[in-house]
């Protein structure tokens, strides 16, 4: 089995609030036109997902090596055939698509790895049982040392055991948008973390391990709880 490899510098964290009942119809079409096709334009399709707090709300990363891949890569898959044959049916789906973050990781060895496991082929349809969390932590500044040591002594350890230690710390990449066809959000001072509960019920353990961050937050933690779909390679 290969190792666990490197994946992004630059991470879109993309949630999609769609009309009701189009998620399902959404996820199908991107499992089925949009993963591989996204990729073979020098991307990383990493991970699509239900948000179970929110039915209308479909949520996906994906990342780039830098600023100047990301702009190549979206302009040949936007440009492509793929997804002229193909947007329609993808856009009509959708009330807005412009909740964007544009992320980076706080150190090179807090990114997201490529797992030693292939995502699972086309026309697959089991969906795993874990639970993919993304905390996004709105701060007064950039993450500065001691915010960062406070997270590694309160956070990391309560998560650890509860079998669920981060696996990615990213935060807001300030660099300007290099694809502004695709709007992202700016003026935010985002700190985000990702773990993987092996299932529903261990995530709802984890409660009251926020309150050493409060100092440098600027608003509540949002907590997205996400339900990995039947291709996602993050599970």
């Known amino acids: 089995m290969p190792s666990p490899s490197p994946c992004c510098s630059v991470l879109e964290l ?11 119809v959404l996820i199908s079409l ?14 990383h399709l990493v991970g699509q997902f239900r948000d179970e707090d929110r039915p209308d709300r479909f949520v996906w990363l994906r990342g780039f090596r830098d ?4 702009r190549e890569a979206l302009s040949a898959f936007y440009g492509g055939p793929v997804w002229k044959e193909h947007r329609n049916a993808a856009n009509v789906t959708m009330q807005d698509s412009d909740n964007v973050l ?3 990781p706080v150190r090179p060895d807090t990114g997201l790895k490529h797992p030693g496991t292939p995502r699972p ?41 509860l079998g669920a230690t981060p696996k990615a710390l990213f935060q807001t990449e300030p660099a300007e948008n290099t694809f502004p066809a695709l709007p992202v959000r700016t003026g935010e001072h985002v ?3 990702l773990t993987v509960f092996p299932d529903a019920r261990r995530r709802s353990a984890a409660k009251g391990w926020a309150e050493p961050l409060q100092p440098w937050l600027s608003a509540p933690l949002e907590h997205l709880t996400l339900s990995p779909t039947a291709r996602s390679e993050l599970r």
Do not use: N
């Not at 991107?30 to 991307?43: L, V, W």
């Open 14 to 24: 993309r949630q999609y609030t769609l009309h009701p009942g189009q998620r399902d």
């Open 30 to 43: 991107f499992d089925r036109a949009f993963i591989e096709s996204q990729e073979a334009t020098g991307m």
């Open 67 to 70: 600023m100047a891949s990301r």
């Open 102 to 104: 544009l992320l980076r």
């Open 121 to 161: 082929p086309p026309g697959a349809d089991a969906r795993p049982d874990s639970r993919v969390e993304v905390t996004l932590c709105y701060l007064k500044a950039p993450a500065d040392e001691a915010f960062l040591t406070c997270f590694e002594q309160h956070v990391r350890p309560v998560l650890t055991e």
């Open 191 to 193: 700190f985000a973390w």
